[in-house]
């Protein structure tokens, strides 16, 4: 049969979507006889049933493979196929290897990959070097490489091929004749069919979900408490984790020895024992395999559902079910685009997370962008596509999917304020995260520190400029009483900020200027013994944005006045808020008792004996064995809660001469401190 003639309308293979086409050619050792041959000998390996652990030699190379790791690095080309009885060669891969026809062949990598066919036709007008072909691929095609590995290995490839030929003396290369009957007979991509931020999901109507999947977005508390934020381990390639979780839960299919599993680990994706343990871990965390015995395997329903299933969302929603912040992405992403640190911070400051860990997040974006809920922007940001907004319709009403930390006051107005106060300060402390490490805009870091400690209720101002201090605090009292901080602000974009990026003797000068009391510098975080020493000797202290979060937090929690903050600002050196955890459990306390006298009061109202009139002494004899107090309140404690509580102003206690009886329910008290409480904000 003549070259190129099997190359008909009816044989022609059948290209993907470009969205569905792989970024990269199969990474098979080329040997000395070029690709096609090395090809050639690994499907005829197949086809004779070699097992899948025998090492597949290519003359001229020096690498070892085993079959098994071969057919991994053909399946995403789609030359090769797995289902529960192995691996296959495809329909089309079949037809080449009766021909050898490197026509066919070429039109079969043109229709899984991209930029394959597509490299010949920018080729057609002149030679061109490898960086040129690159630099097209990136600006006409968005392929966004950031190295030429890619356009070597198709170079490597289309030359094997005859597709193309190198010019020693230009070091460039051009396409042959070959290659150009070739683009007579295939399709492929003009760069014209592009436009940014297409979403490939625009015209959907209906979600690509099992109705099994769907069901698993629907959290109890109970799930919502198992939920981990840092993610397990999966071996191979962010863009393909489902493909990698469906060969290991294939080979378990039926009961299977840990000794089995760890050889397949290493000669299929080359990982060490621990590693693949870890793996094992995380598969029986997300339910989709069960432990037989100690060391026997199998795969279990949920397993056996994904395997059956094509639908990448499908394993989205079960890493979400065990993963927090995965679908709470999606509003975030409705909301405006956004990078992976500023999601990052995000994480921190909102969700939970113990630091700011883009691995992590990249990971959740990995699989969110399979699935094809989220979208790549410019600027290395990311939006929510159709689909990811048909989803978010489907599951907005979960209570995990209300962005911020989720409260369960009883009452709706005061839940309602306490979640936009929440917001508000989330927003700040994301800014705060944000503006410390951009060290381009130290403005914006310094203004974020004024909104950060007016949520302290420190009056704040932004100075910034020659000879001033960044931002001047006034603690909130009479001028007798009060104390100022003259405040730095040192931003840095990577890392923390050493002896050599502060001046000690400008913020003595700072402070003397502005008459204040104390001296600061609040960055992301310090680096160095000795940048501490030197600040314990210069009287100045280090406020990271750690600490400084911490304490917004505990603010929000527990307010305490400023002369408790005092007592921070009177460190030398790094801060710490040991020094204020006193004054804070004091408050807690109080808390603590308010609302013990007040039950305590309230359920004695129903009492036939009493009929809800009892002295101190009944109160403290009631109240000194409850777990809420590490040690019983005192009984000048509760006289003094009682004289507050009976007042005029707060009048929810009254009291005879038999002793003190509740006016109300517990209800009404509350709705009472609560119109305290809007008064308060309504003077701001």
């Given at each position: 049969m003549e070259t190129g003639q099997i190359l008909t309308q009816e044989n022609l293979p059948k290209p993907r979507d470009w969205e569905a086409k792989v970024f990269a050619v199969p990474n098979i050792p080329r040997g000395k006889e070029g690709f096609p041959k090395s090809l050639k000998i690994i499907l005829e390996q197949l086809?004779?049933?070699?097992?899948?652990?025998?090492?597949?030699?290519?003359?001229?190379?020096?690498?070892?493979?085993?079959?098994?790791?071969?057919?991994?690095?053909?399946?995403?080309?789609?030359?090769?196929?797995?289902n529960s009885a192995g691996w296959n060669l495809s329909p089309e891969a079949k037809l080449w290897l009766e021909t050898e026809d490197p026509y066919y062949l070429t039109a079969l990598l043109t229709a899984k990959i991209r930029f394959f066919a597509e490299m010949l036709a920018v080729l057609l007008d002149d030679p061109k070097k490898a960086s040129e072909l690159q630099s097209i691929a990136n600006k006409e095609y968005l392929l966004n490489w950031k190295t030429n590995?890619?356009?070597?290995?198709?170079?490597?490839?289309?030359?094997?091929?005859?597709?193309?030929?190198?010019?020693?003396?230009?070091?460039?290369?051009?396409?042959?004749?070959?290659?150009?009957?070739?683009?007579?007979?295939?399709?492929?991509?003009?760069?014209?069919?592009?436009?940014?931020?297409?979403?490939?999901?625009?015209?959907?109507t209906s979600i690509p979900l099992s109705n099994w999947a769907l069901k698993l977005t629907s959290l109890n508390q109970d799930e919502l408490t198992e939920r981990k934020t840092s993610f397990g381990y999966f071996p191979g390639s962010n863009t393909s984790v489902k493909a990698t979780v469906d060969d290991y839960l294939l080979m378990m299919n039926t009961p299977v020895e840990l000794t089995h599993i760890l050889k397949y680990?290493?000669?299929?994706?080359?990982?060490?024992?621990?590693?693949?343990?870890?793996?094992?871990?995380?598969?029986?965390?997300?339910?989709?395999?069960?432990?037989?015995?100690?060391?026997?395997?199998?795969?279990?329903?949920?397993?056996?559902?994904?395997?059956?299933?094509?639908?990448?969302?499908?394993?989205?929603?079960?890493?979400?079910?065990?993963?927090?912040?995965?679908?709470?992405?999606?509003?975030?992403l409705k909301e405006s685009s956004l990078s992976t640190k500023q999601l990052a911070v995000i994480a921190k400051v909102s969700y939970g997370f113990r630091n700011e860990n883009k691995s992590d997040i990249n990971k959740r974006l990995s699989i969110l962008r399979n699935a094809e809920l989220i979208q790549d922007m410019p600027?290395?940001?990311?939006?929510?596509?159709?689909?990811?907004?048909?989803?978010?319709?489907?599951?907005?009403?979960?209570?995990?999917?209300?962005?911020?930390?989720?409260?369960?006051?009883?009452?709706?107005?005061?839940?309602?304020?306490?979640?936009?106060?929440?917001?508000?300060?989330?927003?700040?402390?994301?800014?705060?995260?944000?503006?410390?490490?951009?060290?381009?805009?130290?403005?914006?870091?310094?203004?974020?520190?004024?909104?950060?400690?007016?949520?302290?209720?420190?009056?704040?101002?932004?100075?910034?400029?020659?000879?001033?201090?960044?931002?001047?605090?006034?603690?909130?009292?009479?001028?007798?009483?009060?104390?100022?901080?003259?405040?730095?602000?040192?931003?840095?974009?990577?890392?923390?900020?050493?002896?050599?990026?502060?001046?000690?003797?400008?913020?003595?000068?700072?402070?003397?200027?502005?008459?204040?009391?104390?001296?600061?510098?609040?960055?992301?975080?310090?680096?160095?013994?000795?940048?501490?020493?030197?600040?314990?000797?210069?009287?100045?202290?280090?406020?990271?944005?750690?600490?400084?979060?911490?304490?917004?937090?505990?603010?929000?929690?527990?307010?305490?006045?400023?002369?408790?903050?005092?007592?921070v600002f009177m460190q030398k050196g790094l801060v710490s808020l040991n020094v204020i955890e006193k004054d804070r459990n004091a408050v807690i306390r109080e808390g603590s008792l308010l609302q013990a006298v007040l039950k305590c009061l309230s359920e004695e109202s129903n009492d036939p004996i009493t009929e809800g009139i009892i002295q101190p002494r009944e109160i403290y004899h009631l109240l000194k064995n409850q777990n809420q107090f590490d040690t019983p309140p005192t009984l000048e404690e509760i006289n003094t809660m009682l004289k507050f509580l009976s007042s005029p102003l707060v009048g929810c206690v009254s009291s005879t001469k038999e002793g003190y009886f509740a006016l109300g329910s517990l209800d009404d008290a509350a709705q009472k401190f609560d119109f305290y409480l809007k008064a308060c904000s309504q003077v701001k």
């Open positions: 086809i004779k049933n070699t097992p899948y652990n025998t090492t597949v030699k290519i003359p001229g190379s020096e690498s070892f493979n085993t079959l098994e790791g071969l057919c991994i690095k053909l399946r995403p080309s789609g030359i090769v196929t797995k590995t890619e356009i070597r290995a198709r170079i490597g490839w289309l030359t094997d091929l005859g597709m193309i030929s190198h010019q020693d003396y230009t070091q460039k290369y051009s396409i042959t004749e070959a290659g150009k009957r070739l683009l007579e007979k295939v399709q492929y991509t003009k760069p014209s069919s592009f436009t940014l931020d297409t979403d490939p999901t625009s015209s959907e680990s290493l000669e299929s994706y080359g990982i060490a024992e621990t590693s693949t343990k870890s793996f094992l871990y995380n598969l029986d965390f997300l339910d989709l395999i069960d432990r037989k015995s100690k060391t026997v395997y199998q795969t279990n329903n949920l397993g056996k559902k994904l395997t059956e299933s094509s639908y990448e969302l499908d394993f989205a929603c079960i890493i979400n079910k065990k993963y927090t912040f995965v679908f709470e992405i999606l509003p975030h600027s290395n940001n990311f939006s929510l596509t159709h689909r990811g907004q048909l989803l978010l319709d489907q599951i907005k009403d979960e209570e995990y999917m209300r962005v911020g930390k989720h409260l369960k006051n009883s009452n709706e107005e005061t839940k309602q304020n306490s979640q936009e106060t929440t917001n508000v300060i989330d927003k700040v402390l994301n800014d705060l995260r944000l503006t410390s490490s951009d060290s381009s805009n130290p403005d914006g870091f310094e203004k974020t520190l004024c909104d950060c400690f007016k949520i302290l209720g420190f009056n704040a101002k932004w100075l910034g400029g020659s000879g001033k201090t960044d931002v001047l605090l006034q603690a909130p009292t009479t001028p007798r009483f009060a104390y100022s901080v003259a405040l730095d602000a040192k931003t840095t974009y990577s890392g923390g900020i050493t002896e050599s990026q502060i001046n000690f003797d400008t913020l003595k000068d700072h402070k003397k200027i502005h008459g204040a009391n104390y001296s600061a510098v609040v960055a992301r975080e310090f680096q160095g013994e000795r940048l501490i020493n030197r600040a314990k000797q210069h009287e100045v202290a280090l406020i990271n944005i750690d600490t400084l979060e911490r304490l917004i937090r505990w603010h929000d929690e527990v307010p305490l006045k400023s002369d408790s903050y005092k007592k």
